[in-house]
């Protein structure tokens, strides 16, 4: 009984006393006033000179293709996602399925002739569905789809595989429905306006531009390119080594 009086006396006391000594020693820096109320001036203004900057905006790369095309195959499976792996706390990815696709009708529902005949435009449109549907899976699934002999074929195994709460169906529904002819129509707009106009595919936007230049390094080696580009600390996946430390030295930690 005795001690959940103190408890509670203590419980109240914190509350209503408003100095933030009493709070926890991590916000002691949160302000001047605090920090020099609770004598530690010195030590947060050393701590706020030595914390890493914040972290910089990640380098956008998006990706221009189309399902069917061996080249876009390629770089997606070989490079494109290896790097993303590896970077994804510096990069964020958006993919375009449309490429030399042709959109034709200007009204809904839209139609759509594909490079690579009917089984890239349904390619496509299962790939932006899965886009709209699963959200933080997608490039996986379409790495997956990619990856595999028959890309169309290898959706429902691909799905299943990353995201099992995903129902096929759902995805089947968004394909051959408005949506999926919306969100079509949106990457033939999206692809449409690009400038400079895309020539071929796999085109690389990166950080919302496309040059010959951008588009040469990104395919030679998209992973230098990004930790090249990106502004903040570099991570270690850059080849960036701790402070203080010696790679060939087994430290005691
Ligand atoms: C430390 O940095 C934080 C965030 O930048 C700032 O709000 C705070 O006032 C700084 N503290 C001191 C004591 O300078
Ligand atoms: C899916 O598409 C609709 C438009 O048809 C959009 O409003 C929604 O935000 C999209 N969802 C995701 C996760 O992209």
């Known amino acids: 009984m005795k001690s959940v009086i103190v408890f509670t006396v203590l419980t109240i006391w914190a509350n209503v006393d408003s100095t933030p000594c009493l709070s926890s020693p991590s916000q002691w820096c949160d302000s001047l006033d605090s920090a020099i109320e609770c004598g530690?001036?010195?030590?947060?203004?050393?701590?706020?000179?030595?914390?890493?900057?914040?972290?910089?905006?990640?380098?956008?790369?998006?990706?221009?293709?189309?399902?069917?095309?061996?080249?876009?195959?390629?770089?997606?499976?070989?490079?494109?996602?290896?790097?993303?792996?590896?970077?994804?706390?510096?990069?964020?990815?958006?993919?375009?399925?449309?490429?030399?696709?042709?959109?034709?009708?200007?009204?809904?529902?839209?139609?759509?002739?594909?490079?690579?005949?009917?089984?890239?435009?349904?390619?496509?449109?299962?790939?932006?569905?899965?886009m709209n549907t699963t959200g933080s899976q997608a490039l996986q699934i379409i790495y997956c789809m990619e990856a595999s002999t028959n890309v169309v074929k290898a959706g429902p195994m691909c799905v299943e595989l990353y995201s099992p709460q995903t129902k096929w169906d759902s995805i089947m529904a968004c394909v051959k429905g408005a949506q999926?002819?919306?969100?079509?129509?949106?990457?033939?707009?999206?692809?449409?306006?690009?400038?400079?106009?895309?020539?071929?595919?796999?085109?690389?936007?990166?950080?919302?531009?496309?040059?010959?230049?951008?588009?040469?390094?990104?395919?030679a080696s998209l992973f230098t390119l990004v930790c090249s580009m990106y502004k903040g600390p570099k991570p270690e996946a850059c080849g960036a080594v701790p402070k203080k430390r010696h790679r060939s030295y087994c430290h005691n930690e």
């Open 40 to 130: 530690v001036l010195k030590q947060c203004l050393e701590a706020n000179a030595t914390r890493p900057k914040a972290l910089a905006q990640s380098v956008q790369v998006e990706l221009y293709f189309e399902s069917l095309c061996p080249g876009c195959r390629q770089f997606l499976t070989t490079v494109l996602l290896p790097t993303w792996v590896l970077l994804q706390d510096i990069m964020s990815v958006t993919l375009v399925p449309f490429g030399n696709a042709q959109e034709s009708g200007k009204e809904k529902p839209y139609t759509f002739v594909c490079q690579h005949g009917e089984e890239e435009c349904l390619g496509n449109m299962i790939e932006t569905c899965i």
């Open 180 to 219: 999926g002819n919306e969100l079509m129509h949106q990457n033939a707009v999206k692809t449409g306006s690009l400038k400079p106009a895309h020539e071929y595919v796999p085109w690389v936007v990166i950080d919302g531009v496309h040059t010959d230049e951008l588009q040469d390094k990104a395919m």
